[in-house]
Protein backbone atom coordinates (compact mmCIF):
# COMPACT_ATOMS: atom_id res chain seq x y z
CA UNK A 1 0.00 0.00 0.00
CA UNK A 2 1.75 3.70 -0.96
CA UNK A 3 0.97 5.74 1.82
CA UNK A 4 0.52 9.27 1.29
CA UNK A 5 3.64 11.56 1.26
CA UNK A 6 5.19 13.17 4.14
CA UNK A 7 4.88 16.57 2.94
CA UNK A 8 0.98 16.29 2.41
CA UNK A 9 0.49 17.13 6.11
CA UNK A 10 0.46 19.57 8.58
CA UNK A 11 2.22 19.14 11.60
CA UNK A 12 0.39 17.08 13.89
CA UNK A 13 -0.27 18.14 17.51
CA UNK A 14 -2.64 17.60 20.28
CA UNK A 15 -5.25 20.15 19.55
CA UNK A 16 -8.09 18.03 18.04
CA UNK A 17 -9.01 19.97 14.89
CA UNK A 18 -5.65 19.50 13.58
CA UNK A 19 -5.36 15.63 14.51
CA UNK A 20 -8.45 14.84 12.04
CA UNK A 21 -7.22 17.26 9.65
CA UNK A 22 -3.93 15.15 10.09
CA UNK A 23 -5.90 11.99 9.73
CA UNK A 24 -8.12 13.13 6.83
CA UNK A 25 -6.06 12.39 3.65
CA UNK A 26 -6.42 8.25 5.32
CA UNK A 27 -10.10 8.87 5.87
CA UNK A 28 -10.61 10.32 2.59
CA UNK A 29 -8.17 8.31 0.34
CA UNK A 30 -6.70 9.36 -2.65
CA UNK A 31 -7.22 6.82 -5.53
CA UNK A 32 -8.95 4.50 -3.46
CA UNK A 33 -12.99 5.07 -4.58
CA UNK A 34 -13.87 1.82 -3.03
CA UNK A 35 -13.01 3.25 0.45
CA UNK A 36 -14.67 6.63 -0.11
CA UNK A 37 -17.49 4.73 -1.69
CA UNK A 38 -17.46 3.10 2.06
CA UNK A 39 -17.31 5.91 3.32
CA UNK A 40 -20.28 7.88 1.53
CA UNK A 41 -22.59 4.67 2.35
CA UNK A 42 -21.67 4.55 5.95
CA UNK A 43 -22.89 8.06 6.47
CA UNK A 44 -26.16 7.43 4.88
CA UNK A 45 -26.64 4.52 6.99
CA UNK A 46 -26.00 6.86 9.64
CA UNK A 47 -28.40 9.44 8.91
CA UNK A 48 -31.29 7.03 8.14
CA UNK A 49 -30.17 4.68 11.25
CA UNK A 50 -31.01 8.45 13.21
CA UNK A 51 -34.05 9.18 11.70
CA UNK A 52 -35.74 5.89 12.69
CA UNK A 53 -33.95 5.91 15.93
CA UNK A 54 -36.06 9.41 16.82
CA UNK A 55 -39.05 7.59 15.47
CA UNK A 56 -38.87 4.64 18.15
CA UNK A 57 -40.37 6.58 21.29
CA UNK A 58 -43.33 7.77 18.45
CA UNK A 59 -44.23 3.77 17.91
CA UNK A 60 -43.81 3.59 21.73
CA UNK A 61 -46.60 6.29 21.86
CA UNK A 62 -48.86 4.87 19.62
CA UNK A 63 -48.78 1.48 20.53
CA UNK A 64 -49.42 2.68 24.46
CA UNK A 65 -52.30 5.10 23.33
CA UNK A 66 -54.14 1.96 20.94
CA UNK A 67 -55.00 -0.13 24.44
CA UNK A 68 -57.23 2.44 25.66
CA UNK A 69 -58.57 4.59 22.59
CA UNK A 70 -62.06 4.55 22.29
CA UNK A 71 -63.46 2.68 19.14
CA UNK A 72 -64.79 5.53 17.41
CA UNK A 73 -66.82 5.11 14.24
CA UNK A 74 -65.69 7.10 10.45
CA UNK A 75 -62.17 6.38 11.12
CA UNK A 76 -59.55 6.47 8.33
CA UNK A 77 -57.35 3.68 7.15
CA UNK A 78 -54.10 5.51 8.65
CA UNK A 79 -56.18 6.22 11.70
CA UNK A 80 -57.41 2.33 12.12
CA UNK A 81 -53.79 1.17 11.54
CA UNK A 82 -52.54 3.70 14.61
CA UNK A 83 -54.90 2.41 17.15
CA UNK A 84 -53.89 -1.18 16.10
CA UNK A 85 -52.08 -2.52 18.99
CA UNK A 86 -50.35 -5.30 17.18
CA UNK A 87 -49.23 -3.77 14.58
CA UNK A 88 -48.14 -0.54 16.38
CA UNK A 89 -46.02 -3.34 18.87
CA UNK A 90 -44.79 -4.80 15.34
CA UNK A 91 -43.97 -1.14 14.39
CA UNK A 92 -42.02 -0.63 17.72
CA UNK A 93 -39.51 -3.69 17.45
CA UNK A 94 -39.22 -3.36 13.61
CA UNK A 95 -38.34 0.14 14.11
CA UNK A 96 -35.80 -0.94 16.59
CA UNK A 97 -34.44 -3.49 14.80
CA UNK A 98 -34.13 -1.16 11.58
CA UNK A 99 -32.14 1.07 13.70
CA UNK A 100 -29.92 -1.36 15.54
CA UNK A 101 -28.89 -2.90 11.77
CA UNK A 102 -28.34 0.58 9.88
CA UNK A 103 -25.91 1.52 12.78
CA UNK A 104 -24.75 -2.46 12.21
CA UNK A 105 -24.49 -1.57 9.01
CA UNK A 106 -22.44 1.65 9.08
CA UNK A 107 -19.77 0.14 11.47
CA UNK A 108 -19.41 -2.48 8.81
CA UNK A 109 -18.80 -0.20 6.01
CA UNK A 110 -16.49 2.28 7.79
CA UNK A 111 -14.34 -0.74 9.44
CA UNK A 112 -12.10 -0.88 5.94
CA UNK A 113 -12.05 2.70 5.84
CA UNK A 114 -10.70 2.90 9.99
CA UNK A 115 -8.02 0.12 9.63
CA UNK A 116 -6.85 1.97 6.34
CA UNK A 117 -6.22 4.60 8.41
CA UNK A 118 -4.53 2.89 11.38
CA UNK A 119 -2.36 0.90 8.80
CA UNK A 120 -1.08 4.03 6.71
CA UNK A 121 -0.27 5.66 9.99
CA UNK A 122 1.52 2.57 11.89
CA UNK A 123 3.08 2.15 8.13
CA UNK A 124 4.04 5.75 7.97
CA UNK A 125 5.94 5.69 11.77
CA UNK A 126 7.44 2.88 11.07
CA UNK A 127 8.91 4.02 7.85
CA UNK A 128 10.24 6.95 9.60
CA UNK A 129 11.59 5.24 12.59
CA UNK A 130 13.91 3.23 10.17
CA UNK A 131 15.01 7.07 8.70
CA UNK A 132 15.66 8.28 12.04
CA UNK A 133 19.47 8.57 12.75
CA UNK A 134 21.79 6.07 14.59
CA UNK A 135 21.64 8.35 17.52
CA UNK A 136 17.93 8.33 18.10
CA UNK A 137 17.93 4.78 17.84
CA UNK A 138 21.35 4.65 20.64
CA UNK A 139 19.21 7.01 22.79
CA UNK A 140 16.18 5.31 22.54
CA UNK A 141 14.79 1.84 24.36
CA UNK A 142 13.36 -0.65 22.42
CA UNK A 143 10.94 -1.57 24.52
CA UNK A 144 9.63 1.71 25.00
CA UNK A 145 9.73 2.57 21.96
CA UNK A 146 7.90 -0.43 20.92
CA UNK A 147 5.18 0.67 23.36
CA UNK A 148 4.37 4.11 22.24
CA UNK A 149 3.80 2.63 19.07
CA UNK A 150 1.21 0.02 20.00
CA UNK A 151 -0.01 2.73 21.91
CA UNK A 152 -0.51 5.27 19.32
CA UNK A 153 -2.12 3.01 16.45
CA UNK A 154 -4.65 2.02 19.74
CA UNK A 155 -5.10 5.83 20.05
CA UNK A 156 -6.03 6.27 16.29
CA UNK A 157 -8.18 3.46 16.15
CA UNK A 158 -10.15 5.50 18.72
CA UNK A 159 -10.34 8.58 17.42
CA UNK A 160 -11.06 7.39 13.80
CA UNK A 161 -13.78 5.29 15.26
CA UNK A 162 -15.36 7.00 17.90
CA UNK A 163 -14.93 10.92 16.13
CA UNK A 164 -15.81 10.19 12.78
CA UNK A 165 -18.78 7.34 13.43
CA UNK A 166 -19.97 7.91 17.05
CA UNK A 167 -19.48 11.64 17.84
CA UNK A 168 -21.15 13.09 14.87
CA UNK A 169 -24.18 10.41 14.99
CA UNK A 170 -24.91 11.54 18.87
CA UNK A 171 -24.84 14.92 17.77
CA UNK A 172 -27.54 14.54 15.48
CA UNK A 173 -29.05 12.65 17.98
CA UNK A 174 -29.55 15.11 20.31
CA UNK A 175 -30.53 17.72 17.91
CA UNK A 176 -33.50 15.87 16.40
CA UNK A 177 -34.37 15.01 20.13
CA UNK A 178 -34.58 18.79 20.73
CA UNK A 179 -37.02 19.08 17.75
CA UNK A 180 -39.06 16.54 18.68
CA UNK A 181 -39.61 17.34 21.96
CA UNK A 182 -40.50 21.27 21.26
CA UNK A 183 -43.20 20.20 18.68
CA UNK A 184 -44.82 17.30 20.69
CA UNK A 185 -44.57 18.99 24.22
CA UNK A 186 -43.87 22.27 25.21
CA UNK A 187 -40.27 24.40 25.17
CA UNK A 188 -39.63 23.95 28.80
CA UNK A 189 -39.38 20.30 28.55
CA UNK A 190 -36.82 21.12 25.84
CA UNK A 191 -35.08 23.83 28.75
CA UNK A 192 -34.74 21.47 31.47
CA UNK A 193 -32.94 18.53 29.08
CA UNK A 194 -30.66 21.50 27.54
CA UNK A 195 -29.60 22.47 31.22
CA UNK A 196 -29.31 18.62 31.93
CA UNK A 197 -27.21 18.49 28.98
CA UNK A 198 -24.93 21.59 29.25
CA UNK A 199 -24.23 20.42 33.08
CA UNK A 200 -23.94 16.25 31.85
CA UNK A 201 -21.16 17.22 29.33
CA UNK A 202 -19.63 20.28 31.47
CA UNK A 203 -18.98 17.28 34.50
CA UNK A 204 -18.17 14.77 31.58
CA UNK A 205 -15.26 17.16 30.46
CA UNK A 206 -13.76 18.61 33.72
CA UNK A 207 -13.95 15.25 35.51
CA UNK A 208 -11.82 13.83 31.95
CA UNK A 209 -9.66 16.58 32.04
CA UNK A 210 -8.60 15.88 36.49
CA UNK A 211 -8.05 11.88 34.79
CA UNK A 212 -5.56 13.25 32.01
CA UNK A 213 -2.48 13.20 34.25
CA UNK A 214 -3.46 10.36 35.89
CA UNK A 215 -3.35 8.52 32.07
CA UNK A 216 -0.29 10.18 31.13
CA UNK A 217 1.22 8.93 34.75
CA UNK A 218 -0.28 5.27 33.87
CA UNK A 219 1.74 5.63 30.72
CA UNK A 220 5.07 6.42 31.48
CA UNK A 221 4.62 3.53 34.43
CA UNK A 222 3.86 1.37 31.57
CA UNK A 223 6.41 2.12 29.28
CA UNK A 224 8.59 2.13 31.94
CA UNK A 225 7.66 -1.57 33.03
CA UNK A 226 8.23 -2.92 29.59
CA UNK A 227 11.24 -1.32 28.50
CA UNK A 228 12.96 -3.17 31.84
CA UNK A 229 11.39 -6.05 31.42
CA UNK A 230 12.50 -6.16 27.35
CA UNK A 231 15.83 -5.31 28.06
CA UNK A 232 16.35 -7.34 30.83
CA UNK A 233 14.53 -10.35 28.62
CA UNK A 234 17.62 -9.12 26.06
CA UNK A 235 20.37 -9.30 28.54
CA UNK A 236 19.22 -12.94 29.74
CA UNK A 237 22.95 -14.78 30.15
CA UNK A 238 24.26 -11.63 31.52
CA UNK A 239 21.21 -11.99 34.28
CA UNK A 240 22.59 -15.09 34.62
CA UNK A 241 26.07 -14.74 34.76
CA UNK A 242 25.82 -12.41 37.59
CA UNK A 243 23.06 -14.57 39.10
CA UNK A 244 20.72 -11.19 39.30
CA UNK A 245 17.51 -12.63 38.94
CA UNK A 246 16.28 -11.06 41.98
CA UNK A 247 17.77 -7.64 40.51
CA UNK A 248 15.77 -7.93 37.90
CA UNK A 249 12.60 -8.98 39.37
CA UNK A 250 12.97 -6.04 42.26
CA UNK A 251 12.99 -3.52 39.25
CA UNK A 252 10.65 -5.05 37.19
CA UNK A 253 8.18 -4.78 40.39
CA UNK A 254 8.98 -1.06 41.44
CA UNK A 255 8.15 -0.20 37.54
CA UNK A 256 4.75 -2.28 37.85
CA UNK A 257 4.17 -1.03 41.63
CA UNK A 258 4.04 2.62 39.86
CA UNK A 259 1.94 1.49 36.87
CA UNK A 260 -0.75 -0.45 39.78
CA UNK A 261 -0.78 2.79 41.83
CA UNK A 262 -1.53 4.67 38.56
CA UNK A 263 -3.87 2.04 37.37
CA UNK A 264 -6.05 2.23 40.42
CA UNK A 265 -6.13 5.82 40.42
CA UNK A 266 -7.77 5.68 36.34
CA UNK A 267 -10.37 2.88 37.19
CA UNK A 268 -11.79 4.87 40.94
CA UNK A 269 -11.70 8.52 38.77
CA UNK A 270 -13.74 6.39 36.16
CA UNK A 271 -16.85 4.81 38.82
CA UNK A 272 -16.99 9.01 40.05
CA UNK A 273 -17.00 9.90 37.07
CA UNK A 274 -19.93 7.61 35.89
CA UNK A 275 -22.02 8.10 39.34
CA UNK A 276 -21.76 11.87 39.14
CA UNK A 277 -23.11 11.80 34.70
CA UNK A 278 -25.53 9.05 36.56
CA UNK A 279 -27.18 11.16 39.29
CA UNK A 280 -27.00 14.87 37.05
CA UNK A 281 -29.58 12.25 34.18
CA UNK A 282 -31.76 10.71 36.42
CA UNK A 283 -32.08 14.27 38.71
CA UNK A 284 -32.91 15.91 35.12
CA UNK A 285 -35.14 12.90 33.65
CA UNK A 286 -37.12 13.02 36.94
CA UNK A 287 -38.16 16.15 36.57
CA UNK A 288 -39.43 16.48 32.75
CA UNK A 289 -40.80 12.95 33.80
CA UNK A 290 -42.85 14.41 36.97
CA UNK A 291 -44.06 17.74 34.15
CA UNK A 292 -45.68 14.82 31.92
CA UNK A 293 -47.26 13.04 34.90
CA UNK A 294 -48.87 16.06 35.72
CA UNK A 295 -49.81 17.15 32.48
CA UNK A 296 -51.69 13.37 32.24
CA UNK A 297 -53.04 14.08 35.48
CA UNK A 298 -54.50 17.26 34.43
CA UNK A 299 -56.00 15.46 30.73
CA UNK A 300 -53.14 17.79 28.73
CA UNK A 301 -51.45 14.49 27.77
CA UNK A 302 -52.49 10.96 27.14
CA UNK A 303 -50.10 7.84 28.82
CA UNK A 304 -48.53 7.83 25.55
CA UNK A 305 -46.87 10.61 25.85
CA UNK A 306 -46.09 9.52 28.96
CA UNK A 307 -44.52 6.82 28.14
CA UNK A 308 -42.76 8.66 24.75
CA UNK A 309 -40.88 11.56 27.03
CA UNK A 310 -39.52 8.56 29.30
CA UNK A 311 -38.64 6.67 25.76
CA UNK A 312 -36.86 9.69 24.34
CA UNK A 313 -34.91 9.91 28.04
CA UNK A 314 -33.68 6.63 27.96
CA UNK A 315 -32.54 6.83 24.30
CA UNK A 316 -31.06 9.92 24.92
CA UNK A 317 -29.18 8.12 27.87
CA UNK A 318 -27.19 6.08 25.88
CA UNK A 319 -25.61 8.86 23.08
CA UNK A 320 -25.42 11.24 26.32
CA UNK A 321 -23.39 8.77 28.31
CA UNK A 322 -21.09 8.15 25.45
CA UNK A 323 -20.41 11.76 24.60
CA UNK A 324 -18.88 11.88 27.86
CA UNK A 325 -17.00 8.26 26.70
CA UNK A 326 -16.20 9.95 23.73
CA UNK A 327 -14.03 12.85 25.29
CA UNK A 328 -12.68 10.59 27.75
CA UNK A 329 -11.63 8.64 24.82
CA UNK A 330 -10.84 10.72 22.74
CA UNK A 331 -8.84 12.52 25.20
CA UNK A 332 -6.79 9.58 25.87
CA UNK A 333 -6.39 8.58 22.60
CA UNK A 334 -4.64 12.41 22.04
CA UNK A 335 -2.05 11.32 25.05
CA UNK A 336 -1.81 8.13 22.94
CA UNK A 337 -1.07 9.45 19.77
CA UNK A 338 0.73 12.31 21.11
CA UNK A 339 4.07 10.11 21.99
CA UNK A 340 3.74 8.63 18.27
CA UNK A 341 3.25 12.51 16.71
CA UNK A 342 6.52 13.41 18.66
CA UNK A 343 8.08 10.61 16.75
CA UNK A 344 6.81 11.54 13.26
CA UNK A 345 8.11 15.39 14.28
CA UNK A 346 11.43 13.86 14.83
CA UNK A 347 13.61 15.26 12.72
CA UNK A 348 15.58 13.11 10.44
CA UNK A 349 19.18 13.77 11.00
CA UNK A 350 20.30 12.23 7.77
CA UNK A 351 18.55 13.38 4.52
CA UNK A 352 19.04 12.87 0.45
CA UNK A 353 19.45 16.23 -1.22
CA UNK A 354 16.59 17.47 -3.55
CA UNK A 355 19.01 16.95 -6.32
CA UNK A 356 20.76 13.62 -4.96
CA UNK A 357 21.85 11.33 -7.78
CA UNK A 358 22.28 8.00 -7.46
CA UNK A 359 26.01 6.45 -6.60
CA UNK A 360 27.82 5.56 -9.55
CA UNK A 361 30.49 3.14 -8.70
CA UNK A 362 33.50 2.93 -11.82
CA UNK A 363 36.59 1.96 -9.76
CA UNK A 364 35.10 1.72 -6.56
CA UNK A 365 37.85 4.15 -4.46
CA UNK A 366 37.07 5.63 -1.31
CA UNK A 367 38.37 8.86 -0.22
CA UNK A 368 38.87 10.73 3.19
CA UNK A 369 39.12 14.69 2.83
CA UNK A 370 40.41 16.51 6.14
CA UNK A 371 37.20 14.44 7.46
CA UNK A 372 36.07 16.57 11.09
CA UNK A 373 33.25 14.56 13.54
CA UNK A 374 31.91 14.77 16.72
CA UNK A 375 28.75 13.42 18.29
CA UNK A 376 29.09 15.97 21.30
CA UNK A 377 30.16 19.30 20.06
CA UNK A 378 31.90 19.19 23.12
CA UNK A 379 33.90 16.40 22.34
CA UNK A 380 35.68 16.09 18.52
CA UNK A 381 36.30 12.27 17.64
CA UNK A 382 38.11 12.79 14.27
CA UNK A 383 39.93 15.71 13.47
CA UNK A 384 41.14 16.02 10.39
CA UNK A 385 41.32 12.51 8.86
CA UNK A 386 42.73 11.85 5.57
CA UNK A 387 43.36 9.08 3.45
CA UNK A 388 42.73 7.18 0.35
CA UNK A 389 41.52 3.20 -0.30
CA UNK A 390 42.66 2.07 -3.63
CA UNK A 391 39.89 0.25 -5.50
CA UNK A 392 40.93 -3.36 -5.22
CA UNK A 393 42.87 -2.47 -2.31
CA UNK A 394 42.60 -3.33 1.92
CA UNK A 395 43.32 -0.50 3.99
CA UNK A 396 43.26 -1.44 8.15
CA UNK A 397 42.41 0.89 10.27
CA UNK A 398 43.72 0.16 14.21
CA UNK A 399 44.04 1.72 17.71
CA UNK A 400 42.88 2.38 21.41
CA UNK A 401 39.32 1.98 21.93
CA UNK A 402 38.09 5.86 21.36
CA UNK A 403 40.47 6.82 18.86
CA UNK A 404 37.57 7.05 16.15
CA UNK A 405 37.56 3.76 14.40
CA UNK A 406 34.31 2.61 14.21
CA UNK A 407 32.92 6.20 13.67
CA UNK A 408 34.75 5.72 10.29
CA UNK A 409 32.73 2.71 10.00
CA UNK A 410 29.44 4.58 10.40
CA UNK A 411 30.04 7.97 8.48
CA UNK A 412 31.52 5.66 5.49
CA UNK A 413 27.71 4.16 5.47
CA UNK A 414 26.38 7.78 6.14
CA UNK A 415 24.91 6.97 9.93
CA UNK A 416 25.98 10.32 10.20
CA UNK A 417 27.15 13.24 8.22
CA UNK A 418 30.71 14.75 8.24
CA UNK A 419 30.44 18.55 10.32
CA UNK A 420 33.74 19.03 8.11
CA UNK A 421 35.79 17.96 4.94
CA UNK A 422 34.26 15.24 2.90
CA UNK A 423 33.97 11.11 1.94
CA UNK A 424 34.26 10.21 -1.26
CA UNK A 425 33.56 7.20 -3.45
CA UNK A 426 35.04 7.70 -7.02
CA UNK A 427 35.15 11.07 -6.61
CA UNK A 428 31.49 11.60 -5.57
CA UNK A 429 30.75 13.27 -2.29
CA UNK A 430 27.99 11.30 -0.13
CA UNK A 431 26.60 13.82 1.04
CA UNK A 432 25.70 14.15 -3.32
CA UNK A 433 24.01 10.94 -3.72
CA UNK A 434 21.01 8.76 -2.37
CA UNK A 435 21.62 6.80 1.02
CA UNK A 436 19.92 3.82 -1.06
CA UNK A 437 22.30 3.40 -3.57
CA UNK A 438 25.29 4.38 -1.36
CA UNK A 439 24.26 1.38 1.03
CA UNK A 440 23.55 -1.03 -2.09
CA UNK A 441 27.23 -0.83 -2.61
CA UNK A 442 28.62 -1.11 0.83
CA UNK A 443 28.87 -4.81 2.29
CA UNK A 444 29.30 -4.69 6.06
CA UNK A 445 30.53 -7.93 8.52
CA UNK A 446 30.44 -6.22 12.07
CA UNK A 447 31.81 -7.35 15.29
CA UNK A 448 28.64 -7.80 17.06
CA UNK A 449 26.26 -9.99 14.57
CA UNK A 450 22.72 -9.66 15.45
CA UNK A 451 20.41 -11.87 13.55
CA UNK A 452 17.09 -11.86 12.70
CA UNK A 453 14.34 -14.37 14.94
CA UNK A 454 13.75 -16.60 11.77
CA UNK A 455 15.57 -18.56 9.82
CA UNK A 456 19.25 -19.67 8.91
CA UNK A 457 18.05 -19.25 5.08
CA UNK A 458 16.51 -15.86 5.72
CA UNK A 459 19.60 -14.89 7.55
CA UNK A 460 20.98 -15.25 4.92
CA UNK A 461 19.21 -14.33 1.98
CA UNK A 462 18.94 -10.88 3.86
CA UNK A 463 21.55 -10.19 1.61
CA UNK A 464 19.82 -9.99 -1.45
CA UNK A 465 16.26 -10.11 -1.38
CA UNK A 466 14.91 -12.79 -3.79
CA UNK A 467 17.91 -14.62 -4.40
CA UNK A 468 17.53 -18.46 -5.01
CA UNK A 469 18.36 -21.53 -3.05
CA UNK A 470 21.37 -22.35 -5.07
CA UNK A 471 22.56 -18.43 -4.43
CA UNK A 472 22.01 -18.94 -1.17
CA UNK A 473 23.81 -22.09 -0.58
CA UNK A 474 26.94 -21.18 -2.72
CA UNK A 475 26.96 -17.99 -0.71
CA UNK A 476 27.00 -20.39 2.42
CA UNK A 477 29.38 -22.79 1.22
CA UNK A 478 32.04 -19.92 0.47
CA UNK A 479 31.75 -18.55 3.70
CA UNK A 480 32.15 -22.33 4.91
CA UNK A 481 29.38 -22.51 7.00
CA UNK A 482 27.42 -24.87 4.64
CA UNK A 483 28.64 -27.95 6.49
CA UNK A 484 27.32 -26.94 9.97
CA UNK A 485 24.07 -26.39 8.32
CA UNK A 486 23.56 -29.32 6.36
CA UNK A 487 24.03 -30.65 9.77
CA UNK A 488 21.29 -29.42 11.27
CA UNK A 489 18.12 -31.21 10.95
CA UNK A 490 15.90 -28.60 9.54
CA UNK A 491 18.93 -27.84 7.40
CA UNK A 492 18.52 -23.76 5.83
CA UNK A 493 15.10 -24.15 8.22
CA UNK A 494 16.43 -24.06 11.36
CA UNK A 495 15.56 -21.55 13.38
CA UNK A 496 18.37 -19.33 15.27
CA UNK A 497 16.26 -17.45 17.59
CA UNK A 498 16.13 -14.14 19.15
CA UNK A 499 19.19 -11.91 18.31
CA UNK A 500 20.72 -15.39 16.80
CA UNK A 501 21.54 -16.77 20.32
CA UNK A 502 20.87 -20.43 19.35
CA UNK A 503 24.53 -20.01 17.14
CA UNK A 504 27.72 -19.55 18.23
CA UNK A 505 29.85 -16.17 17.74
CA UNK A 506 31.37 -18.49 15.35
CA UNK A 507 28.46 -19.33 13.12
CA UNK A 508 26.56 -15.90 13.68
CA UNK A 509 29.55 -14.74 11.95
CA UNK A 510 30.12 -17.26 9.13
CA UNK A 511 26.27 -16.15 9.00
CA UNK A 512 26.96 -12.62 8.46
CA UNK A 513 29.47 -12.98 5.99
CA UNK A 514 27.67 -15.57 3.85
CA UNK A 515 25.08 -12.68 3.38
CA UNK A 516 27.36 -10.35 2.75
CA UNK A 517 28.98 -13.07 -0.14
CA UNK A 518 25.44 -13.16 -0.89
CA UNK A 519 25.09 -9.39 -2.01
CA UNK A 520 28.07 -9.00 -3.59
CA UNK A 521 29.00 -5.11 -2.79
CA UNK A 522 31.86 -3.78 -4.65
CA UNK A 523 33.24 -2.35 -1.62
CA UNK A 524 33.43 -3.88 1.87
CA UNK A 525 33.57 -3.22 5.68
CA UNK A 526 35.20 -5.86 8.53
CA UNK A 527 34.37 -3.87 11.70
CA UNK A 528 36.26 -6.08 14.20
CA UNK A 529 34.35 -8.98 12.50
CA UNK A 530 36.90 -11.26 14.53
CA UNK A 531 37.64 -9.43 17.90
CA UNK A 532 34.85 -11.55 19.39
CA UNK A 533 36.21 -14.76 19.17
CA UNK A 534 38.77 -17.58 19.97
CA UNK A 535 41.89 -17.69 18.20
CA UNK A 536 41.27 -20.96 16.69
CA UNK A 537 37.62 -20.05 15.85
CA UNK A 538 39.02 -16.62 14.18
CA UNK A 539 41.35 -18.49 12.19
CA UNK A 540 38.77 -20.57 10.39
CA UNK A 541 36.75 -16.87 10.12
CA UNK A 542 39.63 -15.10 8.59
CA UNK A 543 40.06 -17.56 5.63
CA UNK A 544 36.24 -16.96 5.03
CA UNK A 545 36.59 -12.91 5.55
CA UNK A 546 39.86 -12.98 3.07
CA UNK A 547 37.36 -15.06 0.41
CA UNK A 548 34.95 -12.41 0.37
CA UNK A 549 37.37 -9.31 0.55
CA UNK A 550 39.13 -10.79 -2.81
CA UNK A 551 39.02 -8.13 -5.39
CA UNK A 552 37.08 -5.86 -3.59
CA UNK A 553 38.00 -2.36 -2.03
CA UNK A 554 37.95 -3.17 1.59
CA UNK A 555 38.02 -1.27 4.59
CA UNK A 556 39.07 -3.37 8.05
CA UNK A 557 38.38 -2.05 11.62
CA UNK A 558 40.44 -4.06 13.53
CA UNK A 559 41.34 -4.83 17.23
CA UNK A 560 43.51 -8.55 17.01
CA UNK A 561 46.45 -7.03 14.60
CA UNK A 562 47.08 -10.64 13.69
CA UNK A 563 44.21 -10.89 11.15
CA UNK A 564 45.61 -7.43 8.92
CA UNK A 565 49.23 -7.74 8.37
CA UNK A 566 48.61 -8.58 4.76
CA UNK A 567 46.80 -5.10 4.36
CA UNK A 568 48.15 -2.61 1.82
CA UNK A 569 48.14 -0.12 4.15
CA UNK A 570 47.82 0.14 7.82
CA UNK A 571 46.68 3.42 9.93
CA UNK A 572 47.09 3.78 13.19
CA UNK A 573 44.52 6.34 14.88
CA UNK A 574 44.90 8.00 18.16
CA UNK A 575 42.74 10.87 19.40
CA UNK A 576 41.26 11.07 16.50
CA UNK A 577 44.27 11.65 13.91
CA UNK A 578 46.67 9.92 12.25
CA UNK A 579 49.20 9.00 14.11
CA UNK A 580 51.13 6.24 12.13
CA UNK A 581 50.12 4.72 8.69
CA UNK A 582 52.34 2.63 6.38
CA UNK A 583 52.48 -1.66 5.90
CA UNK A 584 52.71 -3.71 8.64
CA UNK A 585 56.74 -4.39 8.52
CA UNK A 586 57.30 -0.56 7.98
CA UNK A 587 55.35 0.54 11.14
CA UNK A 588 57.22 -2.71 13.03
CA UNK A 589 60.42 -0.56 12.01
CA UNK A 590 59.06 2.50 12.96
CA UNK A 591 58.84 1.50 16.67
CA UNK A 592 56.02 3.41 17.48
CA UNK A 593 52.04 3.02 18.59
CA UNK A 594 51.42 -0.12 16.11
CA UNK A 595 54.88 -1.91 17.15
CA UNK A 596 54.17 -1.22 21.01
CA UNK A 597 50.70 -2.79 20.59
CA UNK A 598 51.75 -5.77 18.33
CA UNK A 599 54.34 -6.95 21.11
CA UNK A 600 51.67 -7.02 23.42
CA UNK A 601 49.44 -9.13 21.70
CA UNK A 602 51.97 -11.17 20.77
CA UNK A 603 53.05 -11.81 24.45
CA UNK A 604 49.19 -12.07 25.46
CA UNK A 605 48.14 -14.46 22.41
CA UNK A 606 51.89 -16.47 23.33
CA UNK A 607 50.34 -16.74 27.05
CA UNK A 608 46.84 -18.23 25.87
CA UNK A 609 48.49 -20.81 23.67
CA UNK A 610 51.01 -21.63 26.72
CA UNK A 611 48.03 -22.13 28.90
CA UNK A 612 46.24 -24.03 26.54
CA UNK A 613 48.98 -26.21 26.20
CA UNK A 614 49.38 -27.06 29.26
CA UNK A 615 45.32 -28.02 29.71
CA UNK A 616 45.72 -30.26 27.00
CA UNK A 617 48.55 -31.76 28.68
Known amino acids: MSAPNSNDFPKPSNQVKETLAFLWPYIWPKGRFDLRVQVIL ?46 MVVAYNVARFMSQALNNLRDALFAAVGQHAVRGLSNRSFQHLHNLSLRFHLQRRTGGLSRVIERGKAGIETIVRLAMMFGVPTVLEVILTAIILTNQFSIWYVVVIAVTVVIYIWFSIWASNQRIQIRKDMNEADTDSMSKAVDSLLNFETVKYFNNEQLEIDRYNRATAKYETAAIKTYTSLAWLNFGQAFIFSVGMLIVMLMSANEVVKGNQTIGHFVMINAFM ?34 EEVTDKEDATDLVINKGEITFENVKFSYDPEREILKGVSFHVPAGKTVAIVGPSGAGKSTISRLLYRFYDVKNGAIKIDGQDLRDVTQSSLRKVIGMVPQDTVLFNDTIKYNIAYGRVGATDEEIEMAASRAQISGFINAQPHGYDTEV ?16 IARTILKAPPLLILDEATSALDTHTE ?48 LIAQNGIYKSMWEKQKSASEALETLAQMGDD
Open 314 to 347: MQLAMPLNFIGTLYREIAVGLIDMGAMFSLLDEA
Open 539 to 586: REIQAALDEVSKNRTTLVIAHRLSTIVNADEIIVLKDGVIAERGKHDD
Open 497 to 512: GERGLKLSGGEKQRVA
Open 42 to 87: AVVAMFLGKIITVMIPYTYKWATNSFTAPHLPNLTFWQLLMLSPII
